[in-house]
């Protein structure tokens, strides 16, 4: 079946540095992927989205490449704020013939900011 | 617009008993979906429905039940609890038809739930 994969956590970064998050995904069709974002006591908000192949997604600094040929979509932050320590969450959802389909989950990977 | 919400934020049963996760939205999606977190393994989906009258299951169904009768509300039930179901439930809803791939989901701010 269709699933996500991404790179496991915990990850600590300090204060400026570049981050990458990994996420490659299993799919018969062509997803719609994401990344969601869970801060500390909160549900989850969309971080970004990529509905078509070599799409990429932007958000607050953050970007995403759909990447068919890999079967990726990598997270990434070129300088990390202590304000972006959450977990975040790699996610698909098949689309058909116009209507919705269900999210697929990673497992999440949290994130860690020191100053 | 409120978005999602969910009540209670916290709640503690014993082996057994039986409650009711409020979920509501108002928004007018079609789509309303409930999710169960558990550490290391993500989001997996319990229920969902795609409009007033129609449910179906997810992948982590047992032991819960719901129902929908009306747009804008997607309880969740749980039956007779066991520890097992001791998790963070959230529920999120969204379009169900739009053009351009699939559409974000919103999502509540969770229910902690604690099963002596």
């Known amino acids: 079946g269709d699933s996500v994969t991404q790179m496991e956590g915990p990850v600590t970064l300090s204060e400026e540095a570049f981050l990458t998050i990994n996420c490659t995904y299993t799919a018969t069709g062509y997803p719609s992927l994401f990344w969601y974002v869970q801060y500390p006591g909160e549900g989850l908000q969309l971080l970004l989205k990529a509905t078509k192949a070599d799409d990429k997604g932007s958000n607050k600094g953050f970007e995403a490449t759909y990447r068919k040929e890999t079967t990726s979509f990598h997270l990434e932050k070129g300088s990390v704020q202590v304000s972006d320590s959450a977990v975040y969450f790699c996610?698909?959802?098949?689309?058909?013939?116009?209507?919705?389909?269900?999210?697929?989950f990673g497992k999440g990977t949290k994130l860690s900011v020191k100053p | 617009n409120a978005g999602v919400t969910q009540t209670p934020k916290f709640q503690v049963l014993k082996t057994g008993q039986s409650m009711t996760l409020q979920c509501a939205q108002d928004?007018?999606?079609?789509?309303m979906s409930w999710y169960r977190q558990d550490p290391g393994m993500g989001l997996r989906l319990i229920h969902y429905s795609v409009g007033a009258g129609i449910t179906d299951q997810g992948e982590v169904p047992n032991g819960y039940n719901v129902s929908r009768s009306t747009t804008e509300d997607f309880p969740l039930r749980l039956l007779s609890a066991a520890p097992s179901q001791t998790s963070v439930y959230f529920c999120?809803?969204?379009?169900?038809?739009?053009?351009?791939?699939?559409?974000?989901?919103?999502f509540g701010p969770g229910t902690r739930l604690t099963v002596l």
């Open positions: 996610a698909l959802s098949m689309y058909y013939g116009g209507s919705q389909g269900n999210l697929i």
């Open positions: 928004m007018n999606h079609e789509y």
């Open positions: 999120a809803s969204s379009l169900l038809r739009s053009g351009g791939g699939a559409r974000e989901q919103f």
